[in-house]
């Protein structure tokens, strides 16, 4: 079974203030997991994902994320935030298809606020 | 952007009216699901299949019936719709790749009566 907790439904920064989003999961398997951005009335975009390999992933707009397996995290983070960032995020998590899993469990998301 | 579509975009309907929700893809990807966002509930997994005639129940398919006669189209029907059935809905695909990767498209707004 796989579970995923977002720390914080609503977090709040400055306009060009280090943006953190956090994301714990769980997995009794190797996990994938998955950042996505939903901005108004719009769907989910995927923002990055962490498979194998390098633990530190790029993705669009100046966004990255750590996966610790350590701390069971994968944490989003921007270095400077803009106006344009202000949506709401969602951590999800999955397995390897072989392991029999084709779907996504996702967090109950994280609002960004961009204060200007 | 993958080539998703749902029908309708939005919809108000009275309790007890059966309504149907269309997602198609011009992706030719195996995978297609269902998934309602409410507020402090993020996405919930409705129905999802795995190739034509092939469906399986999500975490929360009380209420509803999916069916996918072709590749392309993935319909969600609520039998008999009731007020905890407003909502977002998300249609999402998911092809080739070994990751699960999923791509959304733009929902539907659901008002039940």
């Known amino acids: 079974a796989q579970s995923v907790t977002q720390l914080g439904s609503h977090v709040s920064v400055s306009e060009g203030a280090l943006v953190l989003l956090r994301c714990n999961y769980s997995?009794?398997?190797?996990?994938?997991l998955f950042w996505y951005v939903q901005y108004p009335n719009q769907g989910l975009q995927l923002l990055l994902k962490?498979?194998?390999?390098?633990?530190l992933v790029k993705g669009i707009n100046g966004f990255e994320a750590e996966f610790k397996k350590s701390e069971t995290s994968f944490h989003l983070t921007k270095p400077s935030a803009h106006m344009s960032d202000a949506a709401e995020y969602f951590c999800a998590v999955s397995a390897p298809l072989n392991f029999g899993n084709e779907k996504l469990t996702f967090g109950t998301g994280t609002r960004l606020t961009i204060i200007p | 952007d993958a080539g998703i579509t749902q029908s309708p975009r939005h919809k108000v309907t009275e309790t007890g009216t059966p309504v149907t929700l269309r997602c198609h893809q011009t992706?030719?990807?195996?995978?297609m699901y269902w998934y309602r966002q409410d507020p402090g509930h993020g996405l919930r997994l409705i129905h999802y299949?795995?190739?034509?005639?092939?469906?399986d129940k999500g975490e929360v398919s009380d209420g509803y019936s999916v069916s996918r006669s072709k590749t392309e189209d993935f319909l969600l029907t609520l039998e008999s719709a009731t007020s905890s059935q407003t909502s977002v809905y998300f249609c999402?695909?998911?092809?080739?790749?070994?990751?699960?990767?999923?791509?959304f498209g733009p929902g539907t707004r659901l008002t039940v009566l």
């Open positions: 992706e030719n990807h195996r995978y």
């Open positions: 962490y498979t194998t390999g390098a633990t």
């Open positions: 299949s795995y190739g034509v005639k092939d469906t």
């Open positions: 999402a695909i998911s092809g080739t790749s070994a990751y699960n990767e999923q791509f």
């Open positions: 997995s009794s398997v190797p996990p994938y």
